[in-house]
C-alpha cells in the first residue's frame, strides 16, 4: 500500500472504530482473516467507505450517521442499518431525530422499508441504555 492508501487506511480504521466501536471492527477483520476475498472488502470498506467518505469535512459524524440510517432504510439493508443505528446512537443522534428520520424516509422510501427499521430500531433500543431525546 502507498503512503496515501495507508493514510486513508488509518483514517478510515480510527473512525470507524470510533463510530462502530473497536470490538466489531476488530470482530470484523477478524472474521475476514483467511479469506483473501473478504479481507480485500474489509480494507476497502476501511480506505474508502471510512477512510475517504467519513473523513471529509463538511459534515460531522452525526450528520452522517442520520443520513446512513436514511439510505440504509431506502436501501432496505436491515443488518447495515442495525449496526449504523448503534454508530448513531454513539455520534449522538436522538430517539427522536431517529424517529423522524423514519417518517421521513418511510415518505419517499415506502412503508415497508420504514417499517423494518423501525423493528430494528425498537430491538436495539430495548436491548440498550437509553439515548436523549431531542428535548434532554
Request: charged residues 25%; proline residues 4%; neutral net charge.
Amino acid at each position: 500500500m502507498d503512503d496515501q492508501r495507508t493514510q486513508r487506511f488509518n483514517d478510515g480504521l480510527s473512525v470507524r472504530r470510533q463510530v462502530l466501536g473497536a470490538t466489531y471492527v476488530d470482530k470484523a477483520f477478524a472474521d475476514a482473516k483467511g479469506d483473501s476475498i473478504s479481507e480485500e472488502l474489509q480494507k476497502m470498506v476501511t480506505e474508502f467507505g471510512w477512510g475517504v467518505a467519513w473523513t471529509r469535512p463538511g459534515l460531522s459524524l452525526k450528520t452522517r450517521s442520520m443520513l446512513n440510517l436514511a439510505i440504509l432504510t431506502a436501501l432496505n439493508r436491515p443488518h447495515e442499518f442495525e449496526t449504523h443505528l448503534r454508530g448513531a446512537l454513539t455520534n449522538g443522534v436522538s430517539h427522536d431525530e431517529i424517529k423522524e428520520i423514519l417518517f421521513h424516509s418511510a415518505i419517499y422510501c415506502g412503508w415497508p422499508a420504514a417499517l423494518d427499521s423501525f423493528r430494528i430500531v425498537k430491538k436495539t433500543l430495548t436491548a440498550s441504555d437509553p439515548a436523549p431525546t431531542s428535548q434532554d
